[in-house]
Every structure is written in C-alpha cells, then in structure tokens.
C-alpha cells in the first residue's frame, strides 16, 4: 500500500472536487483584488475618494458572494435548506439589527448628498477630524491629536455637520478691544495695515472692520480676514500676535475688565479723604 496515494484515503471524486475547489479559490481572489483596485481607482478619478472606497467594496464582497456559492456548488451542497434557514435567521436578525439597517441608510443618503468627502475636516457635535473613510455604517475620523473616531451614519444624519474646508477660502474673525479713549479710524488703519502685511491674508475679499458694541470696559471691534483654507490656521495664530505687537508700538490700549467710579461728574476722580481717627475705628470694626 501507498501511503503517499491520497486515492487511498479519500474517493477519487472527493479528490476531484476538492482540487476544484482549491482552484477556484486561488484564481478568484486575485482576480477579485485586481476588479477592487480597478474599481476604486475608476471610481475615485471619476466621481470622488469615499465612491472609489465604496465601489471597491462592493466589488469585493460581491465577487467573494458568488466565489461561495460556486464552492457549495462544487463541494454538492444545496442551497435551498440554506436559503430556507436563512429566511428565518433573517427575521430574527431583522428585528435586532433595527439600528444597523438604519445606519445602513443613513450611509445611503450620505454618499448620495455628498456633504462631505474624504480628506474634508468636519464638525460634528464637537468633534473636529478629518475624514478617512465614509462606510455603509459610519464615518471615521481623525482627530488632529491623532484619535480614531468612529461616528454611526446615523448620528451623521440626526447631528449638525461644519464642513470646515468645502469652499477654498475661510474667514477668522478676530475679536479686537480698545479703550474708549482711543481713536478708532486710527485703530482702523492700523489693523488694516496688519492685514495687508500678513503673508496669510487675502487682499481679495478685502478685510472688514465692524464695530461691535460699546463694551463695559472696551470698545470692541469684530476684524473679519480672509485666507485660503489650507492656511487659516496659520494666519489664525499669526495675525492676532502682530495686532498686539502693533498696538504696543502705536501706544493703543488694550483694557483689561475694570469699573469706575464717579461722584457727579465723569471727568474727575473720586476725591478720597483721610478721617482722624480712622485707625482705631478700623481695628474696632476688625473686632
């Protein structure tokens, strides 16, 4: 007898089926990792990132689906007791995966609305990352102290979404305070100034200067600049150290929150009058 003759061990046609199967599978995947790559690369150049994702996916799943079935096929199972089971797994399933299918539609929606895509930095309830992936189920982000965060397409959907860099250009709105005492078409020419020598700033649309409010300490000025979106962070941390400095060598006051007092008349300080005597009423009242 020879023991290396797997004839001897297993039917011929169990062989036969076998040697199939494994055939089957190693021409399909490779074939099926080939159709993902070209799928997403098409879809990617021609509609957008997240389309070459999803495309690629379901490419993927799709073909290993029917590698399966062809295998069951081959190994002579049927799929109709299969199919049958599945029916009633399927029910059961249905009632406890309600939020799944949701999300699932959700996804739908969202790939459909496009609010965002990948490589977008979003907002969403708080949350501020880039998006790395949109998926059947959720969106993943990165945040830019590098956290993984996953967020179900259904809270997409049911929460407030910023798109922080949809359009090319972003504007900061700078928060400017100075003392009443200061002339403010001087302050104005000042920021405006500042504004035109950062590197950061767009000359088109032209900065804004608004007046905000007459503050309790302050008088306080909204300057609106606008920068590219990919630099809005560095004229963000730019443009408000140059004001300052500007300011402290043009001599304009920054003021802090205080209170004043008046006795009738708004000019002259409050008069303060030493009272004989004093000192030993204020170590009674300390008693």
Do not use: C
């Amino acid at each position: 007898m020879d023991l290396f003759n797997i004839y001897n061990y297993l039917p011929e046609e169990t062989v036969h089926q076998l040697v199939r199967v494994v055939l089957i599978i190693v021409i399909s995947i490779p074939i099926l990792l080939l159709l993902r790559g070209w799928a997403r690369r098409f879809f990617t150049k021609k509609y957008a990132p997240h389309y070459g994702m999803l495309a690629g996916k379901v490419v993927f799943y799709t073909g290993i689906i029917l590698m399966m079935i062809t295998v069951m096929g081959q190994l002579g199972i049927s799929l109709a007791p299969l199919l049958a089971g599945a029916g009633i797994v399927g029910v059961a399933l249905g009632f406890a995966s309600q939020t799944s299918v949701s999300n699932i539609i959700s996804g739908l929606f969202l790939i459909a609305e496009q609010p965002f895509k990948v490589d977008d930095i979003i907002n969403v309830g708080g949350t501020i990352g880039i998006v790395l992936s949109i998926d059947v189920l959720s969106v993943k982000l990165r945040t830019f102290d590098n956290m993984f965060v996953r967020i179900p397409n259904e809270t997409i959907i049911k929460t407030e979404v910023i798109n922080l860099t949809r359009f090319p250009i972003r504007r900061f709105n700078a928060k400017v305070s100075v003392a009443y005492k200061e002339d403010i078409e001087e302050v104005r020419k000042i920021l405006l100034d500042v504004a035109e020598k950062n590197k950061h700033s767009l000359s088109e649309p032209e900065p804004q200067i608004i007046f905000e409010a007459f503050g309790t300490s302050s008088i306080d000025l909204d300057f609106r600049i606008w920068a590219p979106v990919d630099e809005w962070i560095h004229l963000k941390n730019t443009i408000q150290e140059e004001i300052k400095k500007q300011f402290d060598q043009e001599g304009i006051e920054i003021p802090f929150p205080h209170v004043s007092f008046y006795t009738g008349s708004e000019s002259k300080p409050l008069p303060i009058e030493l009272v004989k005597g004093a000192e030993q009423f204020s170590s009674e009242a300390d008693q």
